[in-house]
């Protein structure tokens, strides 16, 4: 379902409920219950004057404060940009590598929609970085968005991030686009003596890889590894090949990020390797 699609669909079942409030009252439930009407009424205010405050006043007082605008937009890849937005006063956002923002860019075309994405680089006190692929209408849009759009983030939202680790030793699985918020992890983590950070970056071309270079040079500059798996078959981060490529798996935190048909062949292979469920991290870009 394409984005536009989904997020038409959503703002019309705010109308739906609002629609159906008076049909409630005047059901046979409630209809002449006057403290139970009230009640009901009540909750509905409550629900309304939470959604009014995190969907609209929020954002609006967060545009405000920390008045974002595209700075860079940078290409990646076919198909793919990244785009680096510059603000004041972010590090209020308290945002972290791993997480997400729903970026509303203020143009005529995309203002009503407010896209999901990943920061694909370490937020900045001055600057948040997004990375974007071309799946529809909307994001190849965006590809061409003019430097100085002006831009709303709601967030950040997400919980894939350093604070979900247990463990000394870590490992990171993309897939496809999945890159975006593993490039951000790569670069922080938290990489102590001793420790290792592994990388297993899995694509269908060489083309088709992200960040090749920033990868290549975090890994020299920190100690990490970086492992690029090449080629159509899914089969390269199945459960057998992640035990051959990492021995020690079952001892490290996994986070896993990676494209919905990558993710629907290779979800299970770190759970049939043996892993414990508490120490994999996964993103999942859907809705």
Known sequence: MRHETWH???LLMYVAIALSFGH???GPDLAGHLVLQIG????YTHVFALALRHRVLTPLRQAARHRLRVDVIRTEGPGVVSITVEGQHLEELRAESGQFFRWRFLTPDHWLNAHPFSLSAPPTATTLRLTVKALGDG???LQNVPVGTWVIAEGPYGAVTSARRTHRNVLLIAGGVGITPMRALFETLALGPGEDLLLLYRAR???DLLFRHELDD???RRGARVAYLLGPDRAALSATELQRLVPDLTGRDVYLCASP???AAVGR???EAGLPPEQLHEERFGF
């Open 8 to 10: 038409g669909l959503h």
């Open 24 to 26: 409630m009252l005047a």
């Open 40 to 43: 009901w009424a009540l909750a």
């Open 139 to 141: 994001t190849r849009d």
């Open 205 to 207: 071309t060489l083309e």
């Open 218 to 220: 975090i890994a020299a």
């Open 261 to 263: 048909p990558v993710m």
């Open 269 to 271: 292979s770190p759970r």
